[in-house]
């Protein structure tokens, strides 16, 4: 059987999408890792919210709201509304579990902890097998261009709910980063390099702007899966980013963006793509189509292995 390989695999990972495949595939197989973006953090209330780095924690722990596909399922919202009484709005709604996470994290870093280092402790934590990586220590983040100026991702995401039309996006900082030693090593040493179906723009265009990251892409056999079924995201603002950068919304935009160092892009049964590629139905609506696909992928990984 397939699933039965133990083949080394590095996700590159968003927030969104990725998660889904990533507890898929931590059914068949627990040590893996994952390249995970950090464009989108943000400072609130003292503490770090590594909001891509949690989503793919928590997914793979069962954790996960997977209503919301952010924060953790049950939570109370208690310190939240306390801050809002006392004339603090947050902005994000932080659920008091969550923020225990934003808080230790940020006490290890306080304390002079690298965020690799954090991220470790905080994952062992919720008993995670796979070596969740941060793609750099450095701080980066992510700005829209709007007709209203620029604002910060989590401002045009989260409190605008993305509906400013979209211009440009920058990720201010990244020219200074580079990759992780631990990142570097996890690329490096696997058999296979996924992809996962994030945002193409927002979620895998910083890590791929991270000093080191390409080169090492260019080396390894690399598959996508992509985030977009019949010219529509399946969630998320990636028509809007991908317009605002020129892209095709399609599969086949997503396999020009990778073109330099993708071999092969998994797309939904029927999608046109002009690319190596695979078929197969990529939507993921239950834990069932979460393990169906990562099984798929490691079909797709052995072939191209051989």
């Given at each position: 059987?397939?699933?039965?390989?133990?083949y080394?695999?590095?996700?590159i990972?968003?927030?969104?999408?990725?998660p889904?495949?990533?507890?898929?595939?931590?059914?068949l197989?627990?040590?893996?890792?994952?390249?995970v973006?950090?464009?989108?953090?943000?400072w609130?209330?003292?503490?770090?919210l590594?909001?891509?780095?949690?989503?793919?924690?928590?997914a793979i722990?069962?954790?996960?709201?997977d209503?919301?596909?952010?924060?953790?399922?049950?939570?109370t919202?208690?310190?939240?509304?306390?801050?809002?009484?006392?004339?603090?709005?947050?902005?994000l709604?932080?659920?008091?579990?969550?923020r225990?996470t934003?808080i230790?994290?940020?006490?290890?870093?306080?304390k002079?902890?690298?965020?690799?280092?954090?991220?470790?402790?905080?994952?062992?934590?919720f008993?995670?097998?796979?070596e969740?990586?941060?793609?750099?220590?450095?701080?980066?983040?992510?700005y829209?261009k709007?007709?209203?100026?620029?604002?910060?991702?989590?401002?045009?995401?989260v409190?605008?709910?993305?509906?400013?039309?979209?211009?440009?996006?920058e990720f201010?900082?990244?020219?200074?980063a580079?990759?992780?030693?631990?990142?570097?090593?996890a690329?490096?040493?696997?058999?296979?390099v996924?992809?996962?179906?994030?945002?193409p723009?927002?979620?895998?265009?910083p890590i791929?702007?991270?000093?080191g990251v390409?080169?090492?892409l260019?080396?390894r056999?690399?598959?996508?899966?992509?985030?977009?079924?019949?010219?529509k995201p399946?969630?998320?603002?990636?028509a809007k980013?991908?317009?605002?950068?020129?892209l095709?919304?399609?599969?086949?935009?997503?396999a020009?963006f990778y073109?330099d160092?993708l071999?092969?892009i998994?797309?939904h049964?029927?999608?046109?793509?002009?690319y190596?590629?695979?078929?197969?139905n990529?939507l993921?609506?239950?834990?069932e189509?979460?393990?169906?696909l990562?099984?798929?992928?490691l079909g797709?990984?052995?072939?191209?292995?051989r």
């Open positions: 059987m397939v699933e039965d390989k133990n080394d695999l590095c996700f990972s968003g927030g969104t999408g990725t889904k495949l990533l507890r898929g595939y931590s059914v197989n627990p040590y893996f890792s994952v390249v973006n950090v464009a989108e953090d943000i609130i209330s003292g503490n770090k590594c909001p891509d780095i949690d989503s793919v924690i928590y722990a069962g954790v996960i709201d209503e919301k596909w952010w924060g953790v399922k049950g939570d919202f208690v310190t939240h509304e306390r801050l809002k009484e006392l004339g603090f709005d947050e902005g709604m932080i659920g008091d579990t969550d225990a934003h230790a994290r940020s006490e290890l870093l306080r002079g902890y690298t965020l690799t280092q954090a991220t470790r402790i905080v994952k062992n934590s008993q995670v097998k796979a969740i990586l941060p793609a750099c220590e450095e701080e980066v983040k992510t829209v709007t007709p209203e100026g620029w604002m910060h991702f989590q401002e045009f995401w409190l605008r709910k993305g509906e400013p039309e979209v211009e440009d996006v201010r900082g990244v020219e200074k580079v990759i992780t030693e631990d990142a570097g090593r690329m490096e040493n696997s058999d296979a996924v992809i996962g179906p994030s945002n723009v927002t979620s895998i265009l791929l702007e991270v000093k390409r080169k090492l260019k080396d056999v690399v598959i996508a899966v992509s985030p977009i079924v019949k010219g399946v969630s998320g603002p990636a980013l991908m317009k605002a950068k020129g095709e919304v399609s599969a086949n935009g997503v020009e073109s160092f071999d092969l998994v797309v049964s029927g999608d046109r793509c002009s190596r590629h695979e078929e197969t990529i993921m609506k239950s834990r189509d979460e393990v169906r990562a099984k798929f992928l797709v990984v052995e072939k191209l292995l």
